[in-house]
């Protein structure tokens, strides 16, 4: 069993910065892909960026592109996604998962086994 706490979610204003970080415990994941998802209100959970075993391979939703990295910590058994120019259609919660079934980067919901409860990212105009 894995256990994903995130944390690093608040209000901040348009244009500015957030650093997600989803600490993993029970085993560890350095040999697994990760990735982060996001649910706005009303609306269903969606891709937002993903990252290999290694940390070579990223993928990022378009609407992120440029703007999100996502960066993982093996050492630490931890993943990051740094959020900058931050527009108020990010506002959502923000979920980390583990997938110990597939390899590369995993971009579907269905690819992931583990998920966190999330943390909650506002962002106003």
């Known amino acids: 069993q894995v256990q994903l706490v995130e944390s690093g979610g608040g209000l901040v204003q348009a244009g500015g910065s957030l650093r997600l970080s989803c600490a993993a415990s029970?085993?560890?994941?350095?040999?697994?892909?990760m990735g982060w998802f996001r649910q706005a209100p009303g609306k269903e959970r969606e891709f937002v960026a993903a990252?290999?075993?290694?940390?070579?391979?990223?993928a990022y939703a378009d609407s992120v592109k440029g703007r999100f990295t996502i960066s993982r910590d093996n050492a630490k058994n931890t993943e990051y996604l740094q959020m900058n120019s931050l527009k108020p259609e990010d506002t959502a919660v923000y979920y980390c998962?583990?997938?110990?079934?597939?390899?590369?980067?995993?971009?579907?919901?269905?690819?992931?086994?583990?998920w966190g409860r999330g943390t909650q990212v506002t962002v106003s105009s």
């Open positions: 029970g085993r560890t994941v350095s040999n697994y892909p």
């Open positions: 998962a583990v997938s110990v079934t597939y390899t590369g980067t995993v971009v579907t919901m269905s690819g992931y086994d583990y």
């Open positions: 990252i290999s075993w290694s940390g070579s391979s990223t």
